[in-house]
């Protein structure tokens, strides 16, 4: 089993930034692919941004490329989303998954890739 609680999020202008923090649980975190979706209010959960179990690959929504970072420390069991020129359409709450599953592929941007999930951390961006 894998617990995963995410951290790091808040208020923030439009143009700043904030780093999400996703720390799991389990022995076996180096192994699983990871990934951050959000959901807004009223609307359905979609994919942010996606990383490989060894780190070394990830993927993003069109929305976000160029803005947000995904990355891992391995040591601290930990994946990061550092979020750059916000906008307030990207206010919403933040989830970090853990696919459980032999991953071979860089990709992994749909909700049933992943088996666990966090609680979620709220994003709001005022303009």
């Known amino acids: 089993q894998v617990q995963l609680v995410e951290s790091g999020g808040g208020l923030v202008q439009a143009g700043g930034s904030l780093r999400l923090s996703c720390a799991a649980s389990?022995?076996?975190?180096?192994?699983?692919?990871m990934g951050w979706f959000r959901q807004a209010p009223g609307k359905e959960r979609e994919f942010v941004a996606s990383?490989?179990?060894?780190?070394?690959?990830?993927h993003y929504a069109d929305s976000v490329k160029g803005r947000f970072t995904i990355s891992r420390d391995g040591a601290k069991n930990t994946v990061y989303l550092q979020m750059d020129n916000l906008k307030p359409e990207d206010t919403a709450s933040y989830y970090c998954?853990?696919?459980?599953?032999?991953?071979?592929?860089?990709?992994?941007?749909?909700?049933?890739?992943?088996?666990?999930w966090g609680q979620g951390t709220q994003v709001t961006v005022s303009s």
């Open positions: 389990g022995r076996t975190f180096s192994s699983y692919a």
């Open positions: 998954a853990a696919r459980g599953r032999i991953s071979v592929y860089i990709r992994y941007d749909r909700i049933a890739d992943y088996d666990y």
């Open positions: 990383i490989t179990w060894s780190g070394s690959g990830s």
